[in-house]
Structures are given as C-alpha cells and as structure tokens.
C-alpha cells in the first residue's frame, strides 16, 4: 500500500509564504523510482497541475501561473517532496495534492498513479 502524506497547508495573507511536504511511504515504494508532481483544486473548478519534477535529474516543470513564485523540489532519501510557494495570490486558494507518475509518462498529464488527500492553503486578501 502506498501512501502520499501532505502538510503545511494553512491560511496565509497575500504575499506571503507556505512550504508544502509530501511524505510518501509503502512497504516497496521509493521515490527513486517515481517522478512527484503537485496539483491543485480550487472550488468549483477543476484540479490543475502546478509542478513536476523527474526522478534522477531533478528536472522541474511549472504552470504558467506559478512560474518564479513556486520551486518543487525532493529529497529522494528522505521520500519527500516539497513545493515552496512564495508571493501568494488569492487565487492560490486551493487544496493541494502531492501524486506520483512513472518516469515515461508526460508531465502534468493524466498518467499519476498515486495520490495523497490533500493539504488546504488558504490566501486571503
């Protein structure tokens, strides 16, 4: 059984910061085999990617609305994922999820097989 544990969600004033935690564990789970992404589902709308990074090389990919705000970011030994998140919006609110894809599949797509239940980030104005 695999698990995606995510923290450091809260309410913060625009401008301000989060860091968000993934913790994924399973009896043959690692994170150097996966690569990690963040999504995020505000309400009444549809979750939407926000960030990936590849397994081994570390190579990110952002959304356009949070390029040069957020940095994704892993340490593969301690099987944690990390999204800093800086100079937040309002329309940042959102629950945040940490998934898991295979290294093949296409960044941001459709292709996550794991899945954590999310960390509430609220920004207010």
């Known amino acids: 059984q695999v698990q995606l544990i995510e923290s450091g969600g809260g309410l913060v004033q625009a401008g301000g910061s989060l860091r968000l935690s993934c913790a994924a564990s399973?009896?043959?789970?690692?994170?150097?085999?996966?690569?990690m992404a963040w999504f995020r589902q505000a309400p009444g709308r549809e979750r939407e990617f926000v960030a990936d990074?590849?397994?081994?090389?570390?190579?990110?990919y952002y959304a356009d609305s949070v390029k040069g705000r957020f940095t994704i970011s892993r340490d593969n030994a301690k099987n944690t994922v990390y999204l800093q998140m800086n100079s937040l919006k309002p329309e940042d609110t959102a629950v945040y999820y940490c998934a898991a894809r295979p290294p093949g599949a296409v960044a941001g797509g459709s292709q996550y097989d794991y899945w954590g239940q999310g960390t509430q980030v609220t920004v207010s104005s």
């Open positions: 990074i590849t397994r081994s090389h570390g190579i990110t």
């Open positions: 399973g009896r043959t789970f690692s994170l150097y085999t996966v690569a």
